[in-house]
């Protein structure tokens, strides 16, 4: 059973415009959330995290929004350029000895649009 | 700051041989973990190790092992490959401790024939 869901295979986004990216969880031990982006034939890159002791992380463009009594959080991109073309990952991990270890979504193939 | 160094960055073996793959991270990071990506089952964790000890282990036949040496560099090998091993294999690392993100290298592809 796949734990992260990404339900968005893809996204199109109007340059300037707000690109918004969804991921849900079933598995209440997840504390801890990363959003990654990946570009064809590159490893994927460290977006912005988020501890479950919080509800919104900001880094410059990125906010990432957790809701944690529906499982749920957000990747909010501001304005979206069209460098942002890639695709989103999402990912949670547990406390202990589950904390090294990402569990991933599908990921959303999100095309910013000129 | 260098990043996460994978080598090679192809491979390409057959069925029944065994291949190990290298993995250089961040200095001073002393976790590395191991995922395989392929395109129907997407990023799945194959194990993580930490001052040379494995701390956990995802759900992968034992024919996926790997290593950490004294540096922190890290090995994974396969036996025994089969056409299902096909896939891009990434290593990530972090300091390990706490709630810090793992950053990834751009991975090694392997195919077999």
């Known amino acids: 059973d796949q734990q992260v869901k990404q339900n968005s295979p893809s996204l199109s986004v109007q340059e300037g415009r707000i690109s918004i990216l969804n991921c849900d969880y079933t598995?209440?031990?997840?504390?801890?959330f990363l959003w990654y982006k990946k570009y064809p034939a590159e490893g994927p890159t460290f977006l912005i995290s988020i501890s479950s002791i919080k509800d919104k992380n900001e880094d410059g463009r990125f906010t990432v929004f957790l809701n944690k009594s529906a499982k749920h959080l957000s990747l909010h991109i501001v304005p979206s350029q069209p460098g942002d073309s890639a695709v989103y990952f999402c990912?949670?991990?547990?406390?202990?000895?589950?904390?090294?270890?990402?569990?991933f979504g599908k990921g959303t193939k999100l095309s910013v649009i000129p | 700051k260098a990043g996460v160094t994978q080598t090679p960055r192809y491979l390409i073996k057959t069925r029944g041989q065994q291949v190990t793959l290298s993995c250089s991270p961040i200095s001073g990071h002393r976790s590395v973990s191991w995922y395989q990506q392929t395109p129907g089952q997407g990023l799945q964790f194959l194990f993580e190790?930490?001052?040379?000890?494995?701390?956990n282990k995802g759900n992968f036949p034992g024919r996926f092992s790997g290593r950490q040496f004294s540096n922190s560099r890290s090995e994974m090998n396969v036996s025994t490959l089969e056409l299902g091993d096909s896939a891009l294999y990434l290593c990530?690392?972090?300091?390990?401790?706490?709630?810090?993100?793992?950053?990834f290298g751009d991975g090694t592809r392997l195919s077999i024939l």
């Open positions: 990912a949670a991990s547990g406390s202990g000895a589950g904390s090294y270890q990402l569990t």
């Open positions: 598995n209440s031990m997840f504390d801890y």
């Open positions: 990530a690392s972090s300091p390990g401790d706490g709630y810090q993100p793992q950053h």
């Open positions: 190790y930490f001052s040379e000890t494995q701390r």
